[in-house]
């Protein structure tokens, strides 16, 4: 079934393709026999589903035929939702599809950060399966994920980001996963802060990258242009964002590094680095000295530091595709990239980042016109005493935040869905972002004061 990605259920249709195919029979055939059996002696079920998120992780994704963009884009998603769907399988022993594909719903608008679509989806809620928010949820998490990683490569002279980036978000899945079927339902706490530490580890592994890349190859505008928006591109909890786009000019030293990496997490992203270095396309003392010093302030023994590039020599064998840049990383156009590329757009959002507690308080002391812009944002129509409600409250922001007059000019409101996203989550009401029946309101409610 061929999807097309210009329709916005691209990823419900993915969904259900794969749903479709799938042979629980065949899924368990093809787990070894380790996984597939319950051993009193052998591990348990949590320490089993860890190793088939591994064995995920080292399969061998294909190379699009024809190098068809949109084929580079699904395969990796189809990977996700295979190893959700095998998880699944581990873990219940059954397969039932519309449960899965309310399961899968949930999941996907988790990774992408949009708890409030993923809480509502999810069918451990309800008594009765309601397909409404599992449309909406794949219809958010489609849009999300079409942003951060299509087209499916980063530009030439770009970071190597977009290997991390997919497995950072399969890692997050299955995590999440794991822990929704050990409890039977999403926990909202639990899986804010596994959303908060993949964007965590994105950041450093795109810092660490950066480190790498500079040495021996001074950061020009052009470069420094492209990561930046490569940067913006990879959808990280806002205050992640603010700290690497200030640090991706000027990353810190492995040894400074090293404080911050968890020892037991130290050889992925040094894996990750190696990685990326036997990909680049010419090769580097310099880089090879930085990751070994990295790997010496992280103790990774020598050995270790071998085995984990042999390890990538390997994968990069199976994965050399997923490494082959597009354009030439001045021209980042909608037809590439996304239109927040833009360099308007840049300049607005780093203008919020940097203003962000003067933007917060002069929101917080509105009122209602906080509402008034997450309405907006959400897609409905303001009334005329409303949008001058807004205007009015705009302009009193572009005088205490100049950088922000776009915002107060003609047509400004057209960007308020940015100014929406920029803000912490706290600040807009959830109103307009939760539709859904009363009964699921309720549940809601409910659901909140557990």
């Known amino acids: 079934m061929r999807i097309d ?48 998120v591994l064995r995920s992780l080292r399969r061998r994704i294909e190379g699009p035929e024809g190098s068809h963009p949109d084929e580079a884009f699904l395969s990796p998603i189809q990977g996700h939702i295979g190893l959700v769907l095998d998880l699944a399988l581990l873990q219940t022993g059954s397969f039932e599809p519309t449960q899965r594909r309310a399961e899968l719903a949930t999941f996907f608008a988790a990774m992408t950060g949009d708890l409030s ?17 599992v449309r909406r949820a794949l219809l958010r998490a489609g849009e999300v994920l079409k942003k951060r990683c299509f087209p499916s490569s980063d530009p030439v002279r770009g970071l190597p980001l977009y290997p991390c ?67 913006t591109r990879l959808g990280l ?21 090293s404080r911050v990496v968890l020892p037991a997490a130290a050889p992925t992203y040094l894996e990750h680095l190696a990685l990326a270095d036997v990909a680049a396309p010419a090769p ?14 992280t103790q990774v023994t020598p050995d270790q530091l071998v085995e984990l590039r042999a390890r990538a020599a390997a994968i990069h064998a199976d994965y050399r595709h997923l490494f082959e840049p597009s354009g030439d990383g001045a021209d980042l156009s909608p037809a590439n990239w996304e239109d927040a590329a833009d360099e308007m757009l840049e300049k607005v ?3 919020v980042a940097d203003n962000l507690d003067a933007v917060v308080a002069e929101l917080k002391e509105t009122g209602s016109v906080s509402g008034l812009i ?18 009015v409250i705009l302009i009193d922001l572009a005088k205490a935040v100049p950088a922000l007059a776009i915002f107060a000019a003609p047509g400004g409101m057209l960007l308020l869905p940015l100014l929406a996203k920029l803000l912490p989550f706290d600040v807009l009401p959830s109103a307009w972002s939760r539709e859904g029946k009363p009964a699921r309101a309720a549940a809601r409610a409910a659901r909140d004061k557990s």
């Open 374 to 391: 997450a309405k907006a944002a959400a897609g409905h129509p303001l009334g005329a005493d409303e949008k001058r409600r807004v205007k």
């Open 117 to 133: 679509a993923a809480l509502d989806a999810d069918p451990a809620e309800y008594d009765e399966l309601d397909d409404a928010p």
């Open 349 to 351: 959002s780093q203008a």
């Open 5 to 52: 990605l210009s329709k916005k259920n691209w990823l419900s249709a993915t969904v259900d393709a794969e749903l479709a195919g799938y042979d629980p029979a065949a899924a368990r055939l093809r787990l070894p026999a380790e996984l597939r059996v319950q051993d009193a002696d052998g591990p348990d079920l949590e320490a089993r589903s860890r190793l088939l």
């Open 284 to 297: 580097s003392p310099q880089r090879t000295a930085w990751v070994e010093a990295l790997a010496a302030a």
């Open 165 to 231: 980036t997919l497995s950072v978000q399969r890692r997050l899945l299955a995590r999440i996963a794991i822990g929704y079927y050990a409890k039977g339902r999403l926990d909202k706490e639990t899986t804010r802060r596994q959303v908060e530490a993949a964007s965590r580890e994105l950041a450093l592994l795109a810092e660490m990258l950066a480190g790498m890349f500079t040495l021996g190859d001074p950061l020009d505008e052009q470069r420094r242009r492209t990561w930046r928006r490569q940067v």
């Open 237 to 257: 909890q806002k205050l992640d964002e603010r700290e690497l786009l200030a640090r991706v000019e000027a990353p810190r030293s492995p040894a400074s590094l």
